[in-house]
């Protein structure tokens, strides 16, 4: 009864997606520690929609503009769950959650079972995806309508039927909704229909099939399409703010390197991209453990071995997929500020495993021809799968969980003295007025606006170097927030008024803020 049930390929489909869930909800507020100004823009604008209804296809004034499709799916969130900071990023769990899942079936469709497993074990513990899907960022839905595109369209392909086509057509219009970098995917999901036109010769049901995927998905695309049309201006200007070849972007280039070519900083990007999955990964401690690489070792080793053979057998299908889908997915790294970046990158991840999957699929086939006695074989294969879920679940998880909470950037970066004032605030201060002193963050910062909206108060400073005492400190209860380094003004508070004050300090003893209390009696 026992061995069945471990020989049943549901059983352990099942037991890989009770671990993703776990994973992807555990500690979800914890870590990362804190909420950036980009995720609490999706909140807040997610509200605008519970509010106004349909607010058009494209935000043109947050987080440098973007696309308006994620934010329907977390007002979606936010009303089955209601408003908080744990439904915020619930929404980026669900969806990576369900990558995770359509990963193994389009797995399927190229290797079998227990490859199809290990490599979804492998995608489920990736420190990388498992990072974003703690996260509120429209980028994590980019794998999910990747991967969803290829699998309708491959079914569509192996089954004629059309319903597969109208899926997979929807799949890549929606996807076109959520994020700048999904349109290098939406360019290979057309490189890979065209390979199969000329593979099929033109056969009349896949280029009948081929026509329904783009007509739907020009049909879900055409409200964004046309909005584009209209505003060219609005949609492309804020491509120069991550373009690394003008503005300040390039300035920054030529203090570190000099007078630079364009052709340099192109090689430069498309160096430390190549690198960032092994070697050196993205240093921004908002999108990694800064300079991790982005790839557990054993996955690493993997995706080599896949890539390797993958290139010697390009011409065929599942091969050509994986490296037009990561070749494509590169293009927005290597054409990017700031390189290597984990964000406009993330759709490298499904390929990245296919390629586990072959270089899995060419161990299986050596040993199987290394080893004649079946036993040993067995053996073999139990220990090398131990391996292959022992080291990248620790590794990963050692690093997502244990790492980068401790790095020092990462506080900062979120924002996280910011939500500790927030929690501090609601939990004991609704009816107080706040004179908010910091020297980074504003009082209308997001995360202050998402976290405790009902807390009246304004920036405390008119310029850095004077203490501006509020009128409102004479008519109701008044708290003085001083973040570092803001200290210092502690003592000028309590000659001017005869309140009380206390400090808030982190787990490890530093100083986020000193709060000072005054009454209107005082």
């Known amino acids: 009864m026992i061995k069945k049930i471990l020989r049943n390929e549901f059983f352990w489909l099942i037991i890989i997606i009770l671990l ?23 909140g807040l604008d997610a509200i605008e929609i519970l509010k106004r209804g349909y607010i058009g296809p494209y935000i043109p004034v947050h987080a440098w503009g973007q696309m308006a499709g994620y934010l329907y799916y977390q007002a979606f969130v936010f009303k089955i769950f209601g408003v908080s900071f744990f439904s915020l990023r619930l929404g980026g769990a669900i969806i990576g959650i369900l990558t995770i899942i359509a990963f193994y079936f389009l797995a399927k469709l190229f290797f079998d079972k227990k490859i199809s497993l290990l490599i979804t074990f492998l995608f489920s513990v990736s420190h990388w ?50 994020y700048f970098s999904f349109a290098s995917s939406a360019l290979a999901i057309i490189i ?20 329904v995927f783009i007509i739907f998905s020009f049909i879900i695309f055409l409200p964004l399409g046309t909005y584009i049309l209209k505003n060219p201006d609005i ?13 300040e972007n390039r300035k920054e280039l030529e203090i570190k390197y000099g007078e630079i070519s364009n052709f340099k900083i192109f090689t430069l990007n498309v160096k430390k991209t190549l690198l960032m999955f092994h070697y050196q990964g993205d240093n921004s401690a908002i999108n990694n453990l ?27 299908e599942k091969q050509f997929l994986a490296l037009i889908w990561f ?24 390929p990245i495993f296919l390629f586990a999957g072959l ?36 590794e990963n998880l050692n690093i997502f969980f244990n790492k980068y909470p401790k790095e020092p950037q990462t506080k900062f970066w979120f924002a996280y003295d910011q939500v500790k004032m927030c ?80 400090e808030t300090r982190d787990k490890d003893g530093r100083l986020m803020f000193i709060s000072y209390f005054v009454s209107p009696n005082d």
């Not at 699929?361 to 391996?387: P, Q």
């Open 20 to 42: 993703t869930i776990f994973l992807r909800l555990y500690r979800l507020t914890e870590i990362p520690p804190g909420l950036t100004g980009d995720e609490a823009w999706t």
């Open 129 to 178: 995806h498992l990072h974003f899907s703690h996260m509120a960022f429209f980028l994590i839905a980019v794998p999910f309508f990747s991967i969803t595109s290829f699998y309708f369209l491959i079914k569509g392909f192996k089954t004629k039927k059309l319903i597969f086509f109208i899926l997979g057509g929807i799949s890549l219009g929606l996807g076109l909704n959520t």
């Open 235 to 247: 949609f492309w200007g804020r491509h120069p703010l991550t373009n690394p070849f003008v503005g």
């Open 359 to 394: 270089g899995l699929e060419t161990m299986k086939m050596s040993l199987k021809n290394l080893f004649s006695y079946k036993n040993f074989k067995r053996f073999i294969f139990i220990l090398l799968s131990l391996i292959l879920i022992v080291f990248p679940l620790w």
């Open 327 to 350: 070749l494509m997915a590169l293009v927005p790294g290597f054409l990017t500020s700031g390189a290597p970046n984990a964000r406009r990158t993330i759709d490298t991840l499904p």
């Open 423 to 502: 929690e501090y605030l609601n939990s004991h201060y609704l009816n107080h007025y706040v004179y908010f002193f910091s020297n980074f963050w504003s009082w209308d910062y997001e995360t202050r606006r998402f976290l405790c909206p009902n807390i009246q108060g304004e920036n405390g400073l008119k310029n850095f170097n004077s203490l501006v005492l509020g009128e409102k400190s004479y008519k109701q209860k008044t708290i003085y927030i001083l973040f570092p380094p803001y200290e210092p003004y502690l003592s000028t508070l309590k000659n001017l008024y005869n309140g009380s004050w206390e």
């Open 290 to 316: 800064p300079n991790q690489p982005m790839l557990d070792k054993v996955t690493g080793i993997l995706m080599l071995i896949g890539l390797f053979f993958a290139l010697k057998k390009a011409k065929q």
């Open 192 to 211: 890979f229909i065209v390979y199969k036109l000329w593979t099929e010769k033109f056969n009349k049901k896949v280029l009948v099939g081929s026509l």
